[in-house]
C-alpha cells in the first residue's frame, strides 16, 4: 500500500505540471490584454503599459512566463491581480472556502440522496417508484443548470419567499441550500441511476443467491454483500464529481451572487488575467488528483480481493 501511494504520488508531478501549463498556454492565446482591460476606455501611455508589463513579467516568452509562474508556485507565491493589485493567494484564500462549503454541501447532497434513490429504486425494479426515479432523473439530465437556478430561485425566493433570492451571508447553511441543490442536480441524476443499475444487477448474482441460501439476516444480505459491491462503481463517479462540481459552481455562483471561485474565475477570465485563473486552476487540478488517489484507496476498502501492488 505504501509503494502503490508513493508511485501515485510521483505520477501526479507531471500530470499536475502538464494540466497547468495547458491551462497557462491558454490563457496566453486568448486575444485581448490584461494592462489594456485594467485601464478600460481611458486613454493610456504605451510607456506606462510597456512599464507595467515588464514589471509583471508579461513581456517575456511564454515558457519563460510559466517557468517563472511555477517557481513562484512552489514557493507559496501566486502572484499578484492585475487590477486590484491583490496577492492571489489572498483572494483564493477569501474566495476558495466558500467554494469548498457550497461544494460540500452539494456533494452531501447527491451521496445521501442520490445513493438514497437509487437503492430505494433498485431493490423494487420496473414498479411505479422504480419508473418515478428514472422520469425524475430523465428531466434533472434534460434540463440545463442555469435554467433549474433560474427556475428554483423564481419559485422559492420571489412566490414563496420561503428563502432569499441571493446569498448575503455564505456561512449560513440555510441561503446556501438552494445553489447546493441546483450544484448537485446533475449529479444527483447520474448517482441515482448508477446506483439503481448496480443494486438490480447484483441482485441477480450467484453471491446474493449464496448469501440468501445461507439465511442470513435480510439487513445483512443487503447492507454488507448487495451494498459494498454495487457501491464499487457508484464510489468512482462520486470521486471525479467532486471536482466537476466546484468547476460547476461558476455558474451556480453566477444565479446566486456566491462570492466563491467561480465568481473570481469569470471576473478574471474577463479582465483576460492569466495568473488568477492558472492560480485557481492549480488548486482545483490538485483536488482532482487527492480524489482520484482518495478512490482507488477505497477500492480495497469496498472489495477485499483488490490488492496494490
Known amino acids: 500500500m505504501g509503494r502503490y501511494v508513493a508511485r501515485r504520488l510521483l505520477q501526479m508531478i507531471p500530470v499536475f505540471i502538464g494540466s497547468t501549463l495547458i491551462i497557462f498556454c491558454m490563457m496566453y492565446a486568448l486575444p485581448g490584454d490584461p494592462v489594456r482591460a485594467m485601464m478600460g476606455d481611458q486613454a493610456y501611455d504605451p510607456t506606462v503599459v510597456a512599464g507595467i508589463k515588464k514589471e509583471l513579467g508579461l513581456d517575456q ?34 474566495a476558495f472556502p466558500v467554494t469548498i462549503r457550497l ?12 445513493i438514497g434513490l437509487g437503492v430505494v429504486a433498485g431493490l423494487r425494479p420496473d414498479t411505479l417508484r422504480d419508473r ?6 430523465l428531466v434533472l439530465v434534460s434540463m440545463p443548470s442555469f435554467v433549474l437556478g433560474f427556475l428554483l430561485q423564481y419559485l422559492f425566493a420571489f412566490q414563496w419567499s420561503v428563502t432569499t433570492p441571493t446569498v448575503t451571508d455564505s456561512t449560513d447553511f440555510s441561503q446556501l441550500m438552494l445553489p447546493a441543490i441546483v450544484l448537485a442536480s446533475l449529479s444527483l441524476a447520474y448517482v441515482a441511476r448508477l446506483t439503481r443499475t448496480s443494486i438490480a444487477e447484483n441482485l441477480r448474482s450467484d453471491y446474493m443467491r449464496t448469501a440468501v441460501a445461507k439465511g442470513l439476516p435480510r439487513r445483512r444480505v443487503i447492507g454488507v454483500h448487495l451494498m459494498r459491491n454495487s457501491l464499487i462503481p457508484v464510489v468512482t463517479f462520486l470521486g471525479i464529481e467532486l471536482g466537476n462540481l466546484m468547476t460547476g459552481a461558476i455558474v451556480t455562483e453566477g444565479i446566486f451572487n456566491v462570492r466563491g471561485i467561480g465568481i473570481e474565475i469569470y471576473d478574471a477570465l474577463s479582465r483576460r488575467e492569466g495568473a488568477t485563473v492558472v492560480g485557481i486552476a492549480s488548486l482545483m487540478v490538485l483536488i482532482y488528483l487527492a480524489a482520484s488517489l ?16
Open 294 to 309: 482518495i478512490v482507488d484507496l477505497l477500492y480495497a476498502v469496498l472489495d477485499p480481493r483488490i490488492r496494490y501492488a
Open 132 to 137: 418515478g426515479l428514472l422520469t425524475l432523473t
Open 61 to 94: 516568452p511564454l515558457l519563460q512566463q510559466y517557468v517563472n509562474y511555477m517557481t513562484g508556485l512552489f514557493q507559496g507565491d501566486f502572484g499578484t491581480q492585475i487590477a486590484s493589485q491583490r496577492p492571489i493567494a489572498d483572494i483564493i484564500a477569501d
Open 103 to 114: 461544494t460540500l454541501f452539494a456533494f452531501t447532497f447527491v451521496t445521501l440522496v442520490g
